[in-house]
Protein backbone atom coordinates (compact mmCIF):
# COMPACT_ATOMS: atom_id res chain seq x y z
CA UNK A 1 0.00 0.00 0.00
CA UNK A 2 1.29 3.41 -0.76
CA UNK A 3 -0.04 7.03 -0.19
CA UNK A 4 1.26 9.98 -1.53
CA UNK A 5 0.77 13.59 -0.52
CA UNK A 6 1.39 16.61 -3.25
CA UNK A 7 2.46 19.97 -2.37
CA UNK A 8 4.00 23.16 -4.31
CA UNK A 9 1.19 24.08 -6.08
CA UNK A 10 -0.14 27.58 -6.52
CA UNK A 11 -0.30 30.39 -8.99
CA UNK A 12 2.23 31.54 -10.78
CA UNK A 13 2.52 33.89 -14.26
CA UNK A 14 3.19 33.06 -17.78
CA UNK A 15 6.95 31.95 -18.42
CA UNK A 16 7.27 31.10 -14.94
CA UNK A 17 8.72 28.28 -12.32
CA UNK A 18 7.28 25.66 -9.68
CA UNK A 19 8.56 22.88 -7.99
CA UNK A 20 5.75 20.00 -7.26
CA UNK A 21 6.88 17.62 -4.42
CA UNK A 22 5.08 14.26 -3.54
CA UNK A 23 5.74 12.38 -0.64
CA UNK A 24 5.05 8.70 -0.36
CA UNK A 25 4.59 6.28 2.69
CA UNK A 26 4.92 2.87 2.53
CA UNK A 27 7.68 -0.25 1.89
CA UNK A 28 10.03 -0.53 -1.15
CA UNK A 29 9.28 3.28 -2.64
CA UNK A 30 12.49 2.83 -4.73
CA UNK A 31 11.10 -0.42 -6.87
CA UNK A 32 7.56 1.61 -8.18
CA UNK A 33 7.44 3.88 -10.93
CA UNK A 34 6.82 7.25 -10.30
CA UNK A 35 4.89 9.51 -11.92
CA UNK A 36 2.78 12.84 -12.56
CA UNK A 37 -0.55 13.49 -14.35
CA UNK A 38 -3.08 16.60 -14.79
CA UNK A 39 -6.50 17.09 -15.51
CA UNK A 40 -7.69 20.77 -16.52
CA UNK A 41 -11.06 21.25 -16.06
CA UNK A 42 -13.79 19.93 -19.06
CA UNK A 43 -10.66 17.66 -20.07
CA UNK A 44 -9.69 14.56 -19.47
CA UNK A 45 -6.68 13.43 -16.98
CA UNK A 46 -3.63 13.32 -19.16
CA UNK A 47 -0.15 11.59 -18.49
CA UNK A 48 2.81 14.20 -17.78
CA UNK A 49 6.22 12.12 -16.95
CA UNK A 50 7.15 9.47 -15.03
CA UNK A 51 10.19 7.97 -13.66
CA UNK A 52 11.32 4.72 -14.07
CA UNK A 53 14.56 4.06 -12.01
CA UNK A 54 17.05 5.50 -14.19
CA UNK A 55 14.80 6.49 -17.21
CA UNK A 56 12.72 9.18 -17.51
CA UNK A 57 9.15 9.52 -19.72
CA UNK A 58 7.50 12.57 -20.54
CA UNK A 59 4.40 13.62 -22.65
CA UNK A 60 5.36 15.84 -25.63
CA UNK A 61 3.49 18.16 -24.34
CA UNK A 62 6.37 19.48 -21.72
CA UNK A 63 9.61 18.03 -22.91
CA UNK A 64 12.26 20.56 -22.44
CA UNK A 65 10.45 22.22 -20.03
CA UNK A 66 9.40 19.86 -17.28
CA UNK A 67 11.89 18.25 -15.33
CA UNK A 68 10.84 14.54 -13.03
CA UNK A 69 13.24 13.71 -10.61
CA UNK A 70 13.06 11.07 -7.51
CA UNK A 71 14.80 10.89 -4.36
CA UNK A 72 14.79 7.38 -2.98
CA UNK A 73 16.00 8.30 0.14
CA UNK A 74 12.76 10.43 0.99
CA UNK A 75 10.72 8.86 -0.24
CA UNK A 76 10.04 11.98 -2.41
CA UNK A 77 9.36 12.94 -5.98
CA UNK A 78 9.68 16.49 -7.70
CA UNK A 79 8.27 17.63 -10.93
CA UNK A 80 10.17 20.82 -12.05
CA UNK A 81 8.08 23.07 -14.18
CA UNK A 82 9.48 26.03 -16.70
CA UNK A 83 8.48 28.22 -18.95
CA UNK A 84 4.70 27.19 -17.82
CA UNK A 85 1.95 28.28 -20.20
CA UNK A 86 -1.75 29.20 -19.65
CA UNK A 87 -2.65 25.61 -20.83
CA UNK A 88 -0.45 23.98 -18.24
CA UNK A 89 -2.97 25.06 -15.74
CA UNK A 90 -4.81 22.29 -14.21
CA UNK A 91 -5.04 19.92 -10.88
CA UNK A 92 -1.49 17.64 -11.20
CA UNK A 93 -1.58 14.38 -9.85
CA UNK A 94 1.47 11.93 -8.30
CA UNK A 95 1.43 8.54 -8.85
CA UNK A 96 2.97 5.00 -8.13
CA UNK A 97 2.72 1.87 -9.62
CA UNK A 98 4.64 -1.30 -9.33
CA UNK A 99 4.67 -1.51 -13.31
CA UNK A 100 4.80 0.38 -15.78
CA UNK A 101 3.45 0.29 -19.45
CA UNK A 102 2.26 1.98 -22.86
CA UNK A 103 -1.12 3.72 -21.62
CA UNK A 104 0.18 3.64 -17.94
CA UNK A 105 -2.93 3.85 -15.46
CA UNK A 106 -1.09 3.85 -12.48
CA UNK A 107 -2.57 1.91 -9.13
CA UNK A 108 -1.71 4.91 -6.18
CA UNK A 109 -2.71 8.51 -6.84
CA UNK A 110 -2.41 11.75 -4.83
CA UNK A 111 -5.31 13.96 -3.75
CA UNK A 112 -3.39 16.47 -6.11
CA UNK A 113 -2.40 19.72 -6.18
CA UNK A 114 -4.08 22.98 -8.00
CA UNK A 115 -1.69 24.67 -10.96
CA UNK A 116 -2.91 27.97 -12.21
CA UNK A 117 -0.81 29.98 -14.30
CA UNK A 118 -1.82 33.47 -15.38
CA UNK A 119 -1.30 34.93 -18.92
Known amino acids: QVQLVESGGGLVQAGGSLRLSCVAS????????VGWFRQAPGKEREFVAAALYSTYVYADSVKGRFTISRDNAKKTVYLQMHSLKPEDAAVYYC??????????????WGQGTQVTVSS
Open 95 to 108: SADKYYGSRWVPQY
Open 26 to 33: GRSFDTYT
